[in-house]
């Protein structure tokens, strides 16, 4: 378990440097990320490089024992290659190019500026690659940001055609599978097809999902051109990106193929709380702390997709500047939330950063130090943190555990679901999490994972929604021990965005024997109600119309008939969204099926264990004692714990 | 009465064809509409045409006894033409160009398109207007859907000033007209107008209100271009256009002078009663009826606009696509739906559509049947339709019996109403949908007629707004028997957009001494009371403050002194929008006044004569006893009708 | 005190002018404002000038005594110069030009645009200059109305960037003062320099904020152009703007230094009140008069801008047309608010417009007499004025007394908040304007002054916010014997947008020891709660977390232990933003400290002193006495006013 932070050398006096490694050190400090956005800093002309400075901070840092982490810049093109080549600039859905002044000014098809990004990584690579002191090299910063992706750019369209001809073969394939018969939206040759903008109402789904696979692998393809220079030059050292928590550009689980050593996330649990379509109630219950799920559920995300290793590359360490509100957190929670990324595996939590920087787009985003050196109230917390960690002396890789529960995750369903909602306010993010928030009550470990992912051995699979289904996951659920617990919507497309033949839920009704008939959305006021296992609920944004099949249970019906939960064997489906508590009536009927032992956890309160280790994490704002055996023992905190505390025993 | 159906034989294998047609028969079945949207299969190439598979499915339905309603498939211009005149494609108010890639995206006033477009219908027309199952043509597809209308293209610019020079003449009558004296607006030739367009405040409301009525005259001949064709080689056959229920681009009564035989109207109550501007209350209450006037209010206008003569071309069969929530609609509400259409005068009631298609845009819009050929539960209640209509044996025309009451509706109040609201929430068509609603909910029919229609003989002539007064309303409600209630912002306007010299409301001050000195708009919050036969209400919205002039009886005051209700004679003017209650207190007395017998139905429930029978339609959710005389004779249900249930009875 | 008029003769046939002025004077009126928006008509055609009609317009009045103010028309350029030249359109953020069709369609920078200015307000004063009865000139109308400022023009940006290279000198300390080392933004010349559009994220908001001070720049010397030409021309007239209340897109008070005798301002209570970011109830509450301090709020702002001399150049007489809503004023406002700016200090009050023009964009914006030449509902009030004013001979000028209480406002705040808000909620004037609100419902008379303002003699000064404090203020308040209330975000940025190197509140901590180590913004469910001189309160949008340093008393502190309210000696901060009841707490307690005489006026009721009167006005909606001393001379009104009502009294 290692501390981190991220540092930005050029923004402050070189005189400056030696001291905030030294402090660095003192607070428990072992990891510093920089070099990322300072392009104009080492190529401040076209072609004429400036490393003198860079030498000299990797150089000071390594002298305090420091391990560095190298981001790549080209999150930030220079403003003269801008000018020497304004293609590289990405263009909005409207057809509108972004222009330089931020961050992120790029188009990830360009091929000239994908040039340009060899040459600086190439160059950076080459010459630190072999440094010491030099552990990890990050590529870009932070991809899918702002609006920028999908760029709608004549490169882009360029690619696109080729894609879709390398997909395709021929284009009366590809009308057949979009079914462009419909609206005569034929096309006779791949270099007739245009990106689907600006069209007077809906373009093609199938159009649209086929250019946003396209994008994600623009993006990994993009990635995998800086790792394959950092494979060659720094041969040995870690290869991640940092990740943004809740974000659904591109398919992680696919970029990871393009060269990944550790899935690297930025962790800021308060502005994402006021960002997520949470309920009102919740955003105001845990806009100090967080959500109690939120960062636990990118930490598990995460873990899946590095293949078990996971960093925060950024952690929030005080107030931030980019939610509409920026409340300062709850005295304690960057401790917290420190430990709660190390009990879920994290290898790394670094910080975000180390001085707030009193200038520019960022000001207002704290760090671990105000402008004036002081320590913020953040940095005290982590100071605190640095002195447990040399007490307890862990180790820094985390057991490869497996939990008991596996939730698949899929980056298509999010985007079928964005591409036709059909119900205004359903949302993949927040569906997927409401079901892992049903399993982290019940206190279990959560392992997410990809849709084609091997499951076998674990108890339980959960699959909030899969509007395509894998074949994998069917063959899976049908042929292995475990129990399945299936959402709303699932099999109800195929590969190509169309209703499969059997209709809904396709190819799972060779083992669940059901077909929906029809499917409808639900205005919020519109509640069909339900009873189960004592729980009065209603359904909520979503309803699937079930038949049941010969063989086929069904555990709960709506008030009209129609069927709420049906099960035939190992093999379940929640046939609609439910409002909290039916969920968790739903979700637990499946975790008792299936054997588990469930713990309905007080509100705030959340478990997790790391090897040996099981923590009691407590974002509720009263005290409550932890749930450990009789005679635990305890390496931090004791048996109640306060708001916004930890403890950790040792599970026999 | 026939059932019909729109079917797409090019989304579906041959080999299905046969099979199809034999089942829509069986099921009752009779008249199927093809083609619409089919231009890339009729010429896949600039000048290939492929009419063998098109000839197929007409005489495959043929021969199953199905009489065909061709639609022209002009609403969807393949991709070939749009590459070879990229200049057809509409302009968007910003200036930007509407794409293509879904449907729609054409310019009306392009020259280049009416000639593409007349030599595709012609080609059609020629080959199938003689064709003895061919009882019928459509042209195009909804005018006026999504957001093409009006398009700001250049082509629609230089028409726009001959359309300007025909109207005024000189430019100093249109400049004098517009008031372009005001804020140096003045032109000094028509070549130098432009679209009012990208202006840093309003346009002058003058200026924009041309604009719409020459949008309006450029869809009536780009529709009559193909009117003309069709008439001369499908000579007796009926020319229609599905118009899409609460569409108010252009002047449907105007646009029925271009050619046209029966009003053809897409009917989706569920997603209609979703985006109209209702309550919330009002929305969920009938989120899975619909509204109950919602449908009748378009059979109602439609009668009108086709002269008596009105068909529903889509008829809503279960789930659609398009609302921001889909539910299912409530068992029995798609046969509802169908015998209150029969209630209102439709010759024909066509579902859409016949099969769900897996793909597109449109695979989340449900049809007669599933895509793996199940029946649906839509499909399911046409059938007993078809049970009954057989058992029945009705005449298909209508008899052209006149309601007791007619409403005056004005495609023009609606535009002068958007293009200055004066208040956030006014709308003209949810203003003229609550007065509609007030007459409905005392179970009276209903004609609703242009403002410029002949109405000697109505006991009662209602309108709800008409910011310009057509100099023959005045004459006919000065001349006649019938009574008249006006509503506010009547008379506010001239022709030419500016207030009458004479102020509102204008020329009606010759039989109704009232001149409003003053209107204003009011917020949600601001209620004036008003008590007023027992009611105690309060104006929304809109107040007109009326001074009574000699021989004005003031039949209720607001509490601060101004008139609600002002009347002479048989002329009365309601001087505000009110609440439910008192709009309906209101109506009720020049009900009375006009010596109509009105009965206040309960919640959901309405009435309906046709001909010799009178249908009750239950929207409610409980069952109710049918307002039907004693021992009158039932020729569908009884003297109570369950939810969503009908019946009729032959009125004595 | 003078009433006024503003009238368009151009809107009119020449035999009504006469009637006009004769019954303008019989009204009361002894000003008009003429000219502005004729363009069109002065210059029909390029270089073809007609004066003829303005001549005769300009006699017409005088010979009727009455004093000429004339306006330059430059606020709507006619169509064939827009034709000739279109480069002189505004571009909006997004790149898209302002097209010609309403007003203010130039783009402030053109300098081609700038060149017919001089020409036509160069012919203007030649012309009339001179002319006895033209008494005043007034340039432009509204500058910052609409969309078009800032104007993203090609123009613009060349200026921007000579004006950058005047500020900074070297692109080096440019880079450095805006930080563009972050993000990799730095600039390698002037040149490279683009404004800050169409970024992917946030522009360096240094960036942003020089954008704005560029362009406020702009303003005043495009004002100046005009300035000039009419000082050399019109010796010895008023020179004025007419400002629109609430409109902050300059810089006021440096625009009354590029030559202003007057500060007019455009008065519209109930609109305003409509639009501002008021809390819901209150918009209800003051629908139909205006909130008590909006009006007020201007007339002590302008008051200060026209270095004491004010004028309300447009005074609402009835309902507009440009809110959401646009209700009827209550019967007595336009009397009232007439009353109210004198009481304020304005020289004139000028109503909008003579008459209701029943054309084109304003036909729905009433004037003092409608259409039909009859006298408005506010007509009728301002002829009831203009008896009083003649009953009570006052003089014109008001006396230059100087309230106790001094206000600092300032314009950067308001783009520097607008900029970077930090939370959604917080907006500059709303602030200030509560703050005004606190002193204002004590009974105190207010100064409205810029920061930089020499505040000597007052004996509170209060700073509701002050993100940049100038070194002025500083000084004063450590040498000067009044006591100081300071808001939140007091001294928390730079001149050049970056957090000052001691942290906020900057220098302040040199008199007022305390370091505000971080700062937060608050959700509106977020209210930390405090309790203060018995009232139990709550932080709302903003808090500071100050940390007191020695000599600082901390007189309230939050639940959390954080201080709400800090002091030393003469000088206080407020380290957050409250909720009515506490911010009247915090203030009243400052009033109290700088020993004021503070009365709590009941709700509605506010006064305010012009030389020996003391005026009370009833904005609430029942009789009040008035709190004046027994014995007191009315010369309006009594002892008791009601509601919509006035009282002044001699105050001895």
Redesign the interface.
Known sequence: MHLGVCY?P??WPRQKWESDARRMAELGITRVRIAE?????ME??PGRYDWAWLDEAVDTLARHGLKIIIGT?TA?????LV?QHPEIL?VAH????????????YDVSSPIYREHCARIVGDMVRRYGAHPAVIAWQTDNELG????LPSYSKAALQRFKHWLEARYESVDALNEA???????????RFD?I?L????????????VLDFRRFQSDEVASFHALQAELIREHAPGRDLLHNFMGFFTQFDHYAFAQSGLDVAAWDSYPVPRT?VLPLA?AD??RW??TGHPDVSAFSHDLYRGVGNGRMWVMEQQA??V?WA?????PLPGMVRLWTWEAFAHGAELVSYFRWR?????????H?GLN???D?L??GGREVARVGEELRALALPSDAPRTRAPVALLFDYEADWITQI?P???DFDYQQHVFEWYGALRRLGLDVDILSARADVSGYALVVAPTLPVLPASVVEQAARGNGHWLFGPRTGSKTE????????PPGQLQTILPV?I???????P??RPAVSFDGVEGWATRW?D?AEPGPGAEVLARFEDGVPALVRRGRVSMAAACFDRAMLQAVVARSVRDAGLAAHALPEGLRLRTRGALRFAINYGDAAQPVPAPPGATFVLGGPTIGAADVAAWIER
């Open positions: 930005y050029e923004h956005f300072a392009w104009s800093r401040p002309s810049p930030s093109p220079p403003k003269w000018d990405p409207d057809g509108r190019v972004w222009q330089f002044g931020s961050r992120r000014h940001c702002h609006n920028t979009w079914g462009n018969v419909f609206w005569s939206m034929e096309y006779r007739d245009e689907p903008m600006q069209t007077p109402t809906d373009a093609n789904p199938a159009h006021e009102e955003k105001h806009a100090r005080g107030p500047n509409p509100w920026n409340p300062a707030q920087y009193p200038r520019a787009q960022e000001q207002m704290s105000a402008p004036d002081a913020s109230p036709q059909h119900g205004a190509a965005y169309s209703i499969p033949p059997e209709l077909r008939g029809q499917a409808e959305s639900l205005r006021s519109l309803r119309h």
